[in-house]
């Protein structure tokens, strides 16, 4: 009974690199606007190749996508890609960093000014806007680039693995900090992550992939409330969540090669 058209849509699609093997198999997808999906599973699953498909980056072999209705790359403008390495240039402040985009579609100096402004203050940082990166910490760094993605406004947002080299602590911090930002700059979002808790603590879909060939093995749904406490992560319902995923996963892992 889904009315709203979907943001994303994987249609049987099927990926190979080339002439390569199939990486990704018979993958069906809808992702709707209010969707904030995260895909775990093992490493080369095709977790990183499924964002890059939806970015445009690399194209399918068989089957079908589409993103907001058109192909992946008549998109591209309307969503944001955002790595674990934060990919800041060493050489422009914080808030030059985040009025690049704006800066690179001729956006005037004052405009970019004031939504790089703004975009640092929804991440925390107003206070650091003249520092340059290697005087940020890596959590500071990653809310740059959280920043940045957002300064044009994007309808969808890709993220992989963002928070994957930072410490527990810092992690929960800025996973709580996304859902905040993504309560006051609305994105749908497609998420990596090797961390089950951050998934169940952001997602209102989990998406556990198989490997050999990719393909989406199982879906969990995380029905939490937004806006989600810190505490959540305390519940016995979110502990039951980790667990579900947990098991799926040790369904999918590849045995030790012996
Ligand atoms: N540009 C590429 N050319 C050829 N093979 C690739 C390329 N990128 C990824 N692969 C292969 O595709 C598979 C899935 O990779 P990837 O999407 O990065 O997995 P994950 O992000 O889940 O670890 C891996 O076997 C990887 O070696
Ligand atoms: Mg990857």
Request: aromatic share 6%.
């Amino acid at each position: 009974m889904e009315t709203v058209p979907p943001i994303v849509k994987f249609t049987s699609l099927q990926k190979r690199y080339g002439v390569g093997p199939v990486i990704l198999d018979a993958i069906n997808l809808t992702v709707a606007p209010h969707d904030f999906i995260s895909f775990i599973g093992p490493s080369g699953c095709g977790k990183s190749t499924i964002l890059k498909l939806v970015s445009g980056l690399s194209p399918g072999s068989t089957g079908e996508l589409t993103v907001m209705g058109v192909k992946p790359r008549e998109a591209r403008d309307r969503q944001a890609f955002i790595f674990q390495d934060a990919t800041l240039l060493p050489w422009l402040t914080a808030q030059l960093n985040v009025e690049l985009p704006l800066r690179l579609r001729g956006r005037p100096e004052a405009e970019r000014q004031t939504i790089a402004r703004k975009m640092l203050e929804l991440v925390g940082l107003a206070k650091v806007a003249d520092y340059y990166p290697r005087q940020l910490s890596g959590g500071m760094k990653m809310r740059v680039s959280i920043a940045r993605a957002l300064t044009l406004a994007p309808q969808l947002l890709l993220l992989d693995e963002p928070f994957g080299a930072l410490d527990e602590m810092t992690r929960n911090r800025l996973n709580e900090e996304l859902l905040a930002v993504r309560a006051v700059a609305p994105f749908t979002a497609l998420f990596v992550t090797h961390s089950v808790s951050e998934a169940v603590f952001l997602s209102n879909r989990i998406v556990v992939m198989a490997a050999n060939p990719g393909s989406l093995h199982a879906e969990v749904a995380i029905d939490f409330p937004y806006p989600r406490r810190p505490e959540l992560r305390g519940h016995p319902d979110f502990q039951a969540k980790v667990n579900e995923v947990t098991r799926l996963l040790h369904e999918v892992e590849i045995p030790p090669s012996s």
